[in-house]
């Protein structure tokens, strides 16, 4: 067994053999030739992946694993991590996408071959695709000459394949992202000395410090992006250029490229996924197929990143508008540069300090767009590798509350033109560091926290962004918007002064009111067409009538006072009490209906079940036992056709509403999104039965005409009863049963979890089950009344409140 097969958990050879975790267990327990832990820890150990399917194959209990599941359990069980894995997936894809027949010639033969081959044929679509080197903004396909030269030299080799085969990266033998900190860069030019005659050789993607390095006499034209493949060594520089170089160096000097051609070497390891990659391309697309490779990834691990959700990108995009050259210096997965609309010549920068995810978001771009994509790796602040750049747009969804931000080596830096930030104000660095990239009147969008808005220690940049006309428009978005979601953050718009508004104003926006009740998230398509409207008619005007409780422009005078607070909230008059005394009037008769149908449907006295000879006596008070009737479970209905189960998955090609789990818990309808990927959606039908596997409650909902048409969302599980043999509301009821629930749940230290195929119901006759499922869907119809009811209650005590303390309401 090599050292560097791929591995895959319990969890994953679970899933490979459709089963749950408990029986893999056993199998280790029962069969003495399973295969043995390769990794992992005592408690969770892991397996050999080629090693688990030969065995899984042989006991006849692989089950047809979709090509999805098979690509990314690769990827998951990489030796080198799932980050290398992905970079690697992500090239290989670009270049079928690029140049399919290239990877059709190089992939045809043995994987070492297909390792060897690879890395001259990544060159030659990296270098133009990402370093706009050999190729204009916007540049189409490889030429017809380009491809043909790729073709030859792997022809060459597949004819001799027993002769050595052609130096890896002959051009550039540049090192992989995320190699070995001990690797120097290597030399684009041909007369380079040879390697490591550094003395002290520079980490790949290391973070240049505050001390200049690498200051060229001539500084390359405006816009200049740095060439991928040629990055120059840090200690290149002479000690007298490194003594007088600017703080605002060069983007060739001072730029590390976001992704570099893997080597042979470093490729072979991943050669498997590769392959299994290319066939999921063959079916999907490479494009898609990268988004759910990526997708899926970022799933797996949502505590280590912050996104921005597709949603709130397409809101910051549309107000940036149309631009040619736009920049994200915190780029991320690229989410930001991935919603602007395409142009021609369009060219896309994009930096961020963590190389993989630099690596991830350019391939991500080169895979969705025809634009030149220039990537960067560094710290914005401290390394910024478009210096000269002047970008019509600017998004940036910032790191929050950063206190090492480089206040102490950045003191003199000439982009703070509107004050130094504190050490407390990452934010107004950041938005600073935007409006030095913007070309005179660009449009800068970032997401910022509420509090950047009104704390003391930035009132002073606050009020020189509002006295020269730069700060534009603020914008407080729903809560549940974007991570963090306990809190409404806020966009500001922020334009480069090309002269100085004869009268200015701000605009100011509050969506507070598009706030979803459940874990769904806001209205998006409110939230869009309110600020996007508002900003429009405030751009053509210069001013915006009041919109109560929504949007106003406010003088700039207005704000300038102490504290020169920002939010929108203290700056927007309420509206009247949802329509005021006359609303609320309408909302009490509404609860005093409710209330008159939920004591309608009041269930009638409980009857006593018949049960053994003592519960004749009427004198006696005990409850008496209940009666025993031959039960089955769902796992047993299941195989035998009676119903069919589901799932709720990751994403979805089909973009619905989806039902959450919060929503199935809360009688409410469906309030999520799934991420777009080329997944089946599980889509849900009138009589389904839905029911969460999280949180140890007993709840399981009908689904009806309403609801009908929505996706699954995570955490669910759907049976779809064959109503010739079960009536769905008698299957619904029972799974309610809280003895039910406790015998079929499992619980972990923090959490419990529900095994549906263990639920039981009685073996009963139709008819029988149509009894009680008419006494199941009355009770279903009052516990509705009950929410609707309480719902009533809570609008008309808070409308009741807000009435009287703002004068709409008399208290007489």
């Not at 997708?295 to 809101?315: I, S, V």
């Not at 993989?356 to 030149?372: C, I, M, V």
């Not at 990452?426 to 449009?443: C, F, I, K, M, N």
């Not at 089909?654 to 089946?680: F, I, K, N, Q, Y």
Request: hydrophobic residues 40%; contains cysteine.
């Amino acid at each position: 067994m090599h050292d560097n097969a791929t591995e895959v958990t319990a969890a994953g050879i679970a899933r490979l053999a459709g089963v749950g975790r408990a029986a893999v267990s056993n199998w280790r327990r029962r069969h003495p030739d399973f295969p043995k832990p390769v990794g992992g820890s005592e408690t969770s150990p892991s397996f050999a992946l080629a090693e688990v399917e030969s065995w899984l194959r042989a006991q006849g209990k692989l089950a047809e694993v979709p090509l999805r599941e098979r690509v990314w359990q690769q990827l998951a069980g990489h030796p080198e991590g799932p980050l290398t894995a992905l970079v690697h997936a992500g090239c290989a894809l670009l270049l079928i996408h690029e140049r399919p027949t290239v990877w059709l010639d190089a992939s045809a033969g043995s994987d070492a071959r297909l390792a060897a081959m690879l890395p001259g044929a990544l060159e030659q679509v990296l270098t133009p695709r990402l370093s706009g080197a050999g190729a204009g903004p916007g540049a189409g396909p490889a030429t017809r000459s380009d491809a043909e030269g790729v073709n030859t030299a792997l022809t060459r080799c597949a004819v001799n394949p027993a002769s050595t085969p052609p130096p890896v990266n002959a051009s550039s033998a540049a090192p992989l992202v995320n190699a070995s900190p001990a690797a120097p860069p290597v030399s684009a030019s041909s007369a380079a000395p040879p390697v490591n005659t550094s003395p002290t050789p520079s980490p790949v993607n290391a973070v240049p410090t505050r001390s200049p390095v690498n200051a060229v006499p001539t500084p390359p034209p405006v816009n200049a992006s740095p060439t991928v493949h040629s990055t120059p060594s840090v200690h290149g520089s002479t000690p007298s250029a490194q003594a007088t170089a600017s703080p605002h160096a060069t983007p060739a000097a001072r730029a590390t490229p976001a992704v570099r051609t893997p080597t042979g070497p470093q490729l072979l390891p991943s050669v498997p996924l590769l392959r299994g990659a290319a066939e999921l391309a063959a079916e999907v697309g490479a494009r898609q197929a990268f988004e759910f490779l990526l997708g899926r990834h970022l799933d797996a691990n949502p505590r280590q990143y912050t996104l921005t959700p597709a949603e709130l990108a397409g809101l910051m995009a549309d107000l940036a508008g149309p631009a040619r050259t736009v920049l994200d210096p915190a780029c991320g997965t690229g989410a930001l540069l991935r919603a602007v609309d395409t142009r021609p010549g369009q060219e896309l920068y994009a930096q961020d300090s963590a190389p993989d995810l630099a690596a991830l978001s350019a391939l991500r771009l080169a895979l969705h767009t025809r634009a030149a994509v220039r990537g960067a790796v560094g710290d914005s602040l401290r390394a910024d590798a478009h210096p000269e750049l002047r970008a019509e747009a600017v998004l940036c969804h910032p790191p929050f509350n950063e206190r090492n931000w480089g206040h102490d080596e950045l003191a003199y830096d000439p982009r703070w033109e509107y004050g130094f930030p504190a050490r407390t104000e990452s934010e107004l660095a950041w938005v600073q560091h935007a409006l030095a990239r913007l070309t005179d009147g660009g449009t800068a969008v970032l997401l910022m926290p509420p509090a950047a808005a009104s704390r003391r220690s930035g009132r002073r940049i606050r009020a020189d962004l509002l006295r020269r006309g730069a700060l534009r428009a603020v914008v407080a978005l729903p809560v549940g918007a974007a991570p963090p979601y306990n809190i409404p953050l806020h966009l500001w718009v922020l334009r480069r002064p090309d002269r100085t508004p004869a009268a200015p104003e701000v605009l100011l926006v509050d969506t507070g009111r598009f706030a979803a009740g459940g874990r769904g998230g806001p209205d998006w398509a409110a939230v869009r067409e309110a600020v996007v409207d508002a900003w429009r008619a405030f751009g053509r005007a210069g001013r915006l009538a009041e919109r109560p409780g929504l949007a106003r422009s406010v003088p700039v005078i207005a704000l300038l006072g102490d504290d020169v607070d920002l939010a929108p909230a203290r700056h927007l008059p309420p509206p009247a009490v949802a329509g005021g005394a006359a609303h609320l009037a309408e909302v009490r008769e509404r609860l005093g209906e409710t209330l008159r149908l939920s004591a309608g449907l009041t269930p009638p006295p409980a009857d006593r079940a018949p049960s053994g000879p003592s519960s004749s006596d009427p004198s006696s008070s005990d409850p008496a036992p209940a009666a025993r009737r031959p039960v089955t479970t769902i796992g047993e209905l299941a195989r035998g056709g009676a119903l069919v189960l589901r799932t709720g998955g990751n994403g979805g090609h089909a973009r619905v509403p989806v039902l959450t789990d919060h929503d199935v818990l809360a009688g409410t309808g469906p309030s999520g999104m799934l991420p777009e990927s080329e997944e089946e959606a599980v889509l849900t039908e009138t009589g389904d039965i839905v029911v969460p596997v999280l949180g140890g409650g007993s709840v399981a909902r009908v689904i009806d005409e309403a609801t009908a048409g929505a996706a699954l969302g995570r955490n669910l599980v759907l049976l779809r009863p064959d109503r010739a043999a079960l009536d769905p509301w008698f299957l619904a009821g029972f799974l309610r049963g809280t003895a039910n629930n406790r015998q079929a749940s499992s619980y972990a230290s923090t959490a419990t979890r529900l095994d549906v195929r263990r639920l039981q119901l009685p073996r009963l006759p139709l008819e029988e089950q149509r009894r009680y499922g008419a006494r199941f869907r009355a009770l279903d119809e009052f516990e509705r009344a009950l929410r609707h009811a309480s719902r009533l209650g809570e609008q008309l005590v808070r409308g009741m409140y807000d009435g009287l303390t703002d004068g709409t309401v008399l208290p007489g």
